[in-house]
């Protein structure tokens, strides 16, 4: 079972940045597509960015050019660098990791960590 933690959440206001974790409980091996989501109130969960193994990464509209995401694989961790935070961006995030084309058999969750961000 690969468990993976996420910090970084928290409250700031608008203009403000974070940095979220992600510690993966075993190394990233090749294949894999680690995601970030978000999820806020009655609202469904969707995807912020995702990077694969081979460095290629996926970044939503709404945060392109204030989101990065990035992972250290020596210290199975990813992280999600949000800058010029908006209201809007308040969300639990979520951190996921993944082997394509094998579903749930390699389909891993964190707990999910909070982002509030105020005007």
């Known amino acids: 079972q690969v468990r993976l933690v996420e910090s970084g959440g928290g409250s700031v206001q608008t203009g403000e940045s974070l940095r979220l974790s992600c510690v993966v409980s075993?190394?990233?091996?090749?294949?894999?597509?680690m995601g970030w989501y978000r999820q806020a109130p009655g609202k469904q969960r969707e995807l912020v960015a995702s990077?694969?193994?081979?460095?290629?990464?996926n970044i939503a509209a709404s945060v392109e050019g204030r989101f990065t995401i990035s992972r250290d694989v020596a210290k199975n961790t990813g992280f999600l660098q949000m800058n010029s935070l908006k209201p809007e961006d308040t969300a639990v995030y979520f951190c996921?990791?993944?082997?394509?084309?094998?579903?749930?058999?390699?389909?891993?969750w964190g707990q999910g960590t909070q982002v509030t961000v105020s005007s």
């Open positions: 990077m694969s193994t081979g460095g290629h990464t």
């Open positions: 996921n990791l993944k082997r394509p084309g094998m579903g749930s058999k390699y389909d891993y």
């Open positions: 075993e190394p990233i091996t090749s294949l894999t597509v």
